[in-house]
T-cell receptor, first 110, second 115 residues
Framework: GENVEQHPSTLSVQEGDSAVIKCTYS??????FPWYKQELGKGPQLIID?????GEKKDQRIAVTLNKTAKHFSLHITETQPEDSAVYFC?????????FGTGTSLTVIP | EAGVAQSPRYKIIEKRQSVAFWCNPI?????LYWYQQILGQGPKLLIQ????????DSQLPKDRFSAERLKGVDSTLKIQPAKLEDSAVYLC?????????????FGPGTRLLVL
């Protein structure tokens, strides 16, 4: 099966700085890579996703990059704000099967 | 559109008791997922339905867990009997497509504590 590794497990940044979270996957057949934000007491919410035919995607302050050859993808958050503080999960999917990373707890310090 | 609904939001039971969780997916979504999320970990798939058929239940502990999807819409997940290690958040998610590469939408989860 698929194995998704996520780093770092915790990340603290100053408000306004950038944050980068990295994930690797093992199954080259995976072709869809969503990122989720989970706030305390809530279910994960999709924030951005990328498909295997695209190398980069950006949505305002959030961007995701995908390197299919190296089988890794990254989430980039620029100009971080305190409300970005949450746990972020990456996932890799093939077909309808999703495999999640172990999460990154991001703290943005005002 | 309304999101994925789950109930109850919290449940505390003693070990060896039974418990059931309910999920109502987004209207029109063909695929429904149940995940178990242990504190500090990512969601782990328990079972996946496509309409009212099971697509994947390979990680469902079938000796104690069961799930059904009524008429291809609502779903229930049951644990009988519960063990201490079942303490977790149980997340339900749904997606529109049956062909994959589609966004999953998650409910708020049910937090289960087994004492």
């Amino acid at each position: 099966g698929e194995n998704v590794e996520q780093h770092p497990s915790t990340l603290s940044v100053q408000e306004g700085d950038s944050a980068v979270i990295k994930c690797t996957y093992s199954d080259s057949a995976s072709n869809y890579f969503p990122w989720y934000k989970q706030e305390l007491g809530k279910g994960p919410q999709l924030i951005i996703d990328i498909r295997s035919n695209v190398g980069e995607k950006k949505d305002q302050r959030i961007a995701v990059t995908l390197n299919k050859t190296a089988k890794h993808f990254s989430l980039h958050i620029t100009e971080t704000q305190p409300e970005d503080s949450a746990v972020y999960f990456c996932a890799a999917s093939k077909g309808n099967q999703f495999y999640f990373g172990t999460g990154t707890s991001l703290t943005v310090i005002p | 559109e309304a999101g994925v609904a789950q109930s109850p939001r919290y449940k505390i039971i003693e070990k060896r008791q039974s418990v059931a969780f309910w999920c109502n997916p987004i209207s029109g979504h063909a695929t429904l997922y149940w995940y178990q999320q242990i504190l500090g970990q990512g969601p782990k798939l328990l079972i996946q339905f496509q309409n009212n058929g099971v697509v994947d239940d390979s990680q469902l502990p079938k000796d104690r867990f069961s799930a059904e999807r009524l008429k291809g819409v609502d779903s229930t997940l049951k644990i009988q009997p519960a063990k201490l290690e079942d303490s977790a958040v149980y997340l339900c998610a749904s997606s529109r497509s049956t062909s994959g590469r589609e966004t999953q939408y998650f409910g708020p989860g049910t937090r289960l504590l087994v004492l």
